[in-house]
């Protein structure tokens, strides 16, 4: 099958966890079927769009393991959305509107007062040739509007199944505002068809312009393409994720310290019936994800499920994979990431962690173990270690003092680590040395 897809954010915003999902559902839908994948920036807006949005969503999408392999911007197409515009002006599918914000609010009310629904009377078909010109002398601009043929449109769609969109309970839609710009519809399928994107996936919101578009392909001689919708992802309070209400970004998990393959799975897995868990790359998730397998209810973000997915990719990190990035904070050392990465929750507690292992160490020493630790600091057997140290040293202290389980293993940790939890004692100790230990026993 010959696949090319997109993904077509607004650059009004950083991306968040609900843009990764069609971003990278787009992507694993790419990979298995050895697709294109291009970037759109919807950047017709001109009034909220940025440059510099647009470059930081690029950035976000190739912090996620993105390359695409086309990017366009839509405000650099606008000769081609010209194009279309005649081309349905001259087929009487787009038609000018002179009523203004308050004459369409009139018309609402008086509607919704008849107990009808708030649908575009279509008085604008009426206008002669005459009426244009006497409201053009006035100084009114058309918006124009594309007159639905009224039909049920259906579609397979990828993840929902059978849809009908009913277009003749829609109004006619405006695709171009009085000041000529276009909105999101036209230049959507305009891009479409030159691009020759043959699968659209894209969020639920979209199934009645889903309706619309299909309507506006027909229009323009194409053939639609296949659409997929898939549900929303909603952040923990159950709400839709936004660019303006502050939502956690996608930089914000980066700068975080958070895996972008543990932000990428919780992004596309909830909500499916593939569960939460390590993969080894997008291309793995890609392998499994059929997006039949997207479920039909909702899917909302658990931050202590992605915290729980971070630690596990970190806990299974090799050295080799991690050593560039230790290096980077300063670190190195395989014995000590081996012992460390057991404690992560994020990459960059590491840098707290090492502490246990270069020092300083603020010892806890309870005024009822001092006895126990100097024994402690005698039975410390003399160097070289092994990995037996541990066992030999506690063993002996076990039968010197009857001490075992939480009363034996305790007092040592908070003397060599100054803390409760942390990492395997018996790695750590020859990691540490003998000087040191006895140091922090003392
Ligand atoms: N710019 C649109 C959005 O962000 C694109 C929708 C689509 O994929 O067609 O909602």
Redesign the pocket.
Known sequence: MNVTVRW???PTGRIHLGNAR?ALLNYFFARRHGGRYVLRM?DTDLARSTRAFADGIEEDLAWLGVVPDLLVRQSERTDLYDAARDRLIASGRLYPCYETEEELDRKRARARLLGKPPIYDRAALDLTAEDKTRLEAEGRRPHWRFRLDGLAVQFDDLIKGKQTVNTNAMSDPVLIRADGSYL?TLP?VVDDIELGITH?I??ED?VSNTGTQVEIFEALGSAAPIFGHHNLLADAQGQGFSKRLGSQSIADFRHDGYEPLAVAIVATLTGTSLSVEPYESLEAIAEKLDLSMISHGAARFDPAELNGLNARLLHNMSYEQAAPRLSALGLEGEATWLLLRENLVKFPDIVEWSKLVTGPVEPVIAAEDREFLALARALLPPEPWDDTIWSQWTEALKAATGRKGKALYLPLRLALTGRHDGPELRSLLVLLGRKVCLDRLS
Request: charged share 20%; aromatic share 10%; hydrophobic share 20%.
């Open positions: 077509a954010p607004s069609p919807d999101y959507s659209v894209r969020g979209h």
